[in-house]
T-cell receptor, first 109, second 113 residues
Framework: GQNIDQPTEMTATEGAIVQINCTYQ??????LFWYQQHAGEAPTFLSY??LDGLEEKGRFSSFLSRSKGYSYLLLKELQMKDSASYLC??????????WGAGTKLIIKP | EAGVTQSPTHLIKTRGQQATLRCSPI?????VYWYQQALGLGLQFLLW???????NRGNFPPRFSGRQFPNYSSELNVNALELEDSALYLC????????????FGEGSRLTVL
């Protein structure tokens, strides 16, 4: 079957670092996406990994291990505005996105 | 450049009625996706249209249907509304026929009473 697993909720402190993990199981694999969704708003694209390794983009980095079916999103220097849900989505052999339920990140001062 | 636009923003219906939601993709995007997001849950894939054709549909009953027009805008119809259809319906568009990066609209919130 196809499945994307990520933690339901995480809490972190302003200024700190947080890592949100995602494990996936898809029929075929064509890359993994991370999206950010603030409450009541549409998801917005953060990153796309198709090769193993770390992709860095400012305060956000995303890592992929295809052999382990594992990815993580790393957020550094957390700001209050980073409080949001973070959605992990894997692409299957038909390039269809399989979405996780999202990780709600709560940032505390 | 205008983003993905959806209408209406909010819609209130009663059980058994029909709802029609509309989506205009980003100019030049030919693929349109519809998702359902119930409160506190993840995105559930509904339908994918590309070049006017339905390419794939998710695990939803046939009363969820739609179409894509020649200008690539799209319409989602939900017939015989049930209480559990209450959700945020998100439309997304992409430039390529495979998924790539999706650009989402703000969504249409459907409430079924």
């Amino acid at each position: 079957g196809q499945n994307i697993d990520q933690p339901t909720e995480m809490t972190a402190t302003e200024g700190a670092i947080v890592q949100i993990n995602c494990t996936y199981q898809t029929s075929g694999f064509n890359g993994l996406f991370w999206y950010q969704q603030h409450a009541g708003e549409a998801p917005t694209f953060l990153s796309y990994n198709v090769l193993d390794g770390l992709e860095e983009k400012g305060r956000f980095s995303s890592f992929l291990s295809r052999s382990k079916g594992y990815s993580y999103l790393l957020l550094k220097e957390l700001q209050m505005k980073d409080s949001a849900s973070y959605l992990c989505a894997g692409t299957d052999s038909n390039y269809q996105l399989i979405w996780g339920a999202g990780t709600k990140l709560i940032i505390k001062p | 450049e205008a983003g993905v636009t959806q209408s209406p923003t909010h819609l209130i219906k009663t059980r058994g009625q029909q709802a029609t939601l509309r989506c205009s993709p980003i100019s030049g995007h030919t693929s349109v996706y519809w998702y359902q997001q119930a409160l506190g849950l993840g995105l559930q894939f509904l339908l994918w249209y590309d070049e006017g054709e339905e390419r794939n549909r998710g695990n939803f009953p046939p009363r969820f249907s739609g179409r894509q027009f020649p200008n690539y805008s799209s319409e989602l119809n939900v017939n015989a509304l049930e209480l559990e259809d209450s959700a945020l319906y998100l439309c997304a568009s992409s430039l390529t026929t495979y998924t790539g990066e999706l650009f989402f609209g703000e969504g249409s919130r459907l409430t079924v009473l």
